[in-house]
Antibody, heavy 118, light 107 residues
């Protein structure tokens, strides 16, 4: 069955960097576009970034453009999100999600918590 | 960028009630609208795509309608398992966007 397992979250100071990852299993990773969606504590869902199936096309929310970078490693079936210049408002649970049927999300990981605090 | 607005933000209802949640887009998105259900401490669950097509395994008491800018999610007879927060999402264009959510509470 499809599994998405995020890792790499933690507490980081403002202005610092962090890379989170998502290990995929149970499907042909190279054939699917993948996304990151985040949820701040007690808040709603916010789409963050997307990678096309082959990793050549990338899209970002305005709030993270220029600071975050998504990458897809189809040799290791792993999705990454490099987060630089982190701010307090980046504090959230970050979900790795699989795209299908257009840019809709049929499978979600359980999330990795990122907390930006001094 | 397209903004998605859901109403109400909270809804109190009883088991067996018919429930309707509204989602409005700031510009036309054709029928590129999806719905998700999220329970506390859990990842969202995919319910509906193309505004009205149920994902496999989703109970038939859920239905979606609308096109252009105005959409609805209806639960025909609310069940105990349906108390949750519901989100709409546009996928007409990037940046993708979710509505603010509607929490369905027990009356």
């Amino acid at each position: 069955q499809v599994q998405l397992v995020e890792s790499g979250g933690g507490v980081v100071q403002p202005g610092r960097s962090l890379r989170i990852s998502c290990a995929a299993a149970g499907f042909t990773f190279s054939r699917y576009a993948m996304h990151w969606v985040r949820q701040a504590p007690g808040e709603g869902l916010e789409w963050v970034a997307a990678s096309s199936a082959d990793g050549t096309k990338k899209y970002y929310a305005d709030s993270v453009k220029g600071r975050f970078s998504i990458s897809k490693d189809s040799l290791r079936d792993t999705l990454h999100l490099q987060m630089n210049s982190l701010r307090a408002d980046d504090t959230a649970l970050y979900y790795c999600v699989r795209e299908q049927l257009g840019e809709t999300f049929d499978y979600w990981g359980q999330g990795t918590q990122v907390t930006v605090s001094s | 960028d397209i903004q998605m607005t859901q109403s109400p933000s909270t809804l109190s209802a009883s088991v067996g009630d018919r429930v309707t949640i509204t989602c409005r887009a700031s510009q036309t998105i054709s029928n590129y609208l999806a719905w998700y259900q999220q329970k506390p401490g859990k990842a969202p669950k995919f319910l509906i795509y193309k505004a009205s097509t149920l994902e496999s395994g989703v109970p038939s008491r859920f239905s979606g309608s609308g096109s252009g800018t105005d959409f609805t999610l209806t639960i025909s007879s609310l069940q105990p398992d349906d108390f949750a927060t519901y989100y709409c999402q546009q996928y007409y264009t990037y940046p993708l966007a979710f509505g603010g959510g509607t929490k369905v509470e027990i009356k």
